[in-house]
């Protein structure tokens, strides 16, 4: 239902345009302002010169981030009335408009409880409403002779008018939860069950990702763009990429292209062994830069290897900024993991592993699972050059029939089952969808040990 709100505020964004000149006539500007300062002398308000915040509202702040075409900011927002109705929006996605070269606006259809406050001086980052449903994001500091029922504040604006850029923008809000933030701790176990009706799973980050999604080891150039682009229009949710699949600038490029609003998605991008694991925070950048969707959803160590502990602090500190939301592992298993976890502050949210019937991770995957990791399947069909013989296994056939199913498909939909996310690789339209499409059957408990059953310790490859 929000997010019906929201896209339909952002489709009204169009029909608002014709306002423009009615907020040009309205709002003051950097340029206009200098000659305003004695007049601003003689006004009263009830704002602090030194934050800009209302004295009243201070102490209970919400933190949000906003997205400004890709780039992520943090801002509080202030607890006044009209602010807490702009936060029921949220997730909100909207076109903003620009005016004047220092502030971005977006016309509601509907009038926020404004307290038209004089301002005096507007400050980078301040976020208002003006006049009763004119959204105002300030991205220069001037004087102003006009009144605005303040909302809050991006904290850190360095990079914000760039960010702007001229023109219209593309910004998005969303809450900062501050008690999953505050749950992040070494012994935090959380219920990693999978919904089966929202089809996700919150992770012990408090995040909540998508149980079903695509993988793009082999997808390159424009097949790799026109396959994502393409799974998102299917309804695709969750992506696996990473530094070494060579592609995460086409990956970027088709989140950016799609339609689908960016905090729908789930990117999961990885730093491998070796050169990364030497430069770490490089590593790290060089991901946000390429993938250029301003925060990255997860991101894994590939595999174990040299310096891996100080690589996964250099990751939290990502974490600490907003870059980063969640942490996990890939190639991880038990002998490993709890040593892991004991020099680390952020306990990983996800193992991403090869499962597949002919090698299953019996052990492992409850192992994890006691820990509050969430398991992900890598070569979840048991990989190019395997699947062909996974998918015209005799039993697994069999069961596909009785559901009236595809194999992939009851492969697929018991690793659902058992507590495992799954990200097939596919550049074929009907095979993503056939592939995500796994929730209007169940597999009965005798076909699930059917398949237990096929389990061989067979690796389809070296780690
Ligand atoms: P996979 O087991 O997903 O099999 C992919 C093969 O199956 C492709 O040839 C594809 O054309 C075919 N296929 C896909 N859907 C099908 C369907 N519905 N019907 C028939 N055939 C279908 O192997 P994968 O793509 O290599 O692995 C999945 C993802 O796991 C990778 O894309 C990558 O993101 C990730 N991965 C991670 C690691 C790691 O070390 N972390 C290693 C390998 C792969």
């Known amino acids: 239902m929000r997010r019906f709100t929201a896209l339909f505020l952002a489709a009204m ?151 702007f850029g001229t023109g ?64 998102l229009e299917q309804g695709v949710r969750l992506i696996d990429t990473a530094y070494m699949y060579g592609n995460e600038e086409e990956v970027g490029e088709a989140i950016r292209k799609s339609n689908v609003p960016r905090e729908e998605i789930f990117v999961i991008t990885k730093i491998y062994p070796g050169e990364q694991f030497q430069n770490p925070e490089k590593a790290i950048q060089d991901a946000l830069d390429k993938l250029d969707i301003g925060y990255i959803d997860m991101m894994l160590l590939h595999h174990p290897g040299d310096n891996d502990v100080n690589v996964y602090k250099s990751m939290e500190k990502f974490v600490e900024q907003g870059k980063i939301r969640s942490l996990g ?41 006691d820990l509050g990791i969430v398991m992900q399947a890598w070569y979840p069909l048991g990989g190019r050059g395997h699947q062909s013989e996974l998918l015209n296994d005799k039993t697994i056939l069999e069961i596909a029939e009785k559901h009236g199913k595809s ?17 097939p690789g596919s550049s074929n339209p009907a095979h993503i969808l056939e592939n995500i499409s796994l929730f209007d059957f169940e597999l009965t408990d005798e076909e699930m040990e059917k398949i237990a059953k096929l389990d061989r310790n067979e690796k389809h490859d070296w780690y």
């Open 168 to 231: 219209a923008a593309d910004v998005s809000f969303s809450i900062v939860d501050t008690v999953d933030a505050d749950n992040r701790s070494q012994n935090f176990v959380n219920d990693i069950s999978f919904n089966f009706e929202t089809k996700t799973v919150i992770l012990n980050s408090g995040y909540e990702m998508p149980i079903a999604g695509i993988g793009t080891y082999s997808l390159h150039g424009d097949t790799c763009v026109d396959s994502i682009v393409s799974a």
């Open 329 to 369: 592992l890939s190639n991880w298993y038990i002998e490993e993991i709890d040593d892991f976890i004991a020099q680390v502050n952020i306990k990983p949210a996800l193992v991403q592993n090869e499962i597949h019937p002919y090698y299953q991770e019996q052990k492992v995957i409850p192992y994890m699972h």
């Open 13 to 163: 964004s169009a029909l608002t345009l014709s306002a423009c000149a009615n907020a040009e006539l309205k709002t003051s500007t950097a340029t206009e302002t200098g000659a305003l300062g004695n007049n601003t002398k003689q006004q009263e308000t009830s704002f602090s010169n030194d934050t800009g915040n209302p004295t009243e509202e201070a102490t209970e702040m919400d933190t949000i981030e906003i997205i400004i075409n890709g780039q992520t900011f943090r801002a509080e927002l202030y607890a006044n009335t009209a602010a807490q109705q702009f936060k029921k929006l949220f997730p909100l996605h909207l076109n903003m408009a620009d005016l004047h070269d220092n502030e971005k606006y977006f016309y509601f259809s509907d009038d926020f409880d404004t307290t038209d406050e004089e301002i005096k001086e507007i400050h980078a980052g301040d976020i208002f409403i003006y006049d009763k449903n004119c959204l105002v994001l300030f991205y220069e500091s001037f004087k102003t002779e006009y009144s605005y029922t303040p909302l809050g504040r991006i904290s850190d604006t360095s990079g914000l008018k760039k960010a």
């Open 407 to 423: 194999a992939a498909q009851v492969i697929l939909r018991r690793d659902l089952q058992n507590g495992v996310v799954v990200i």
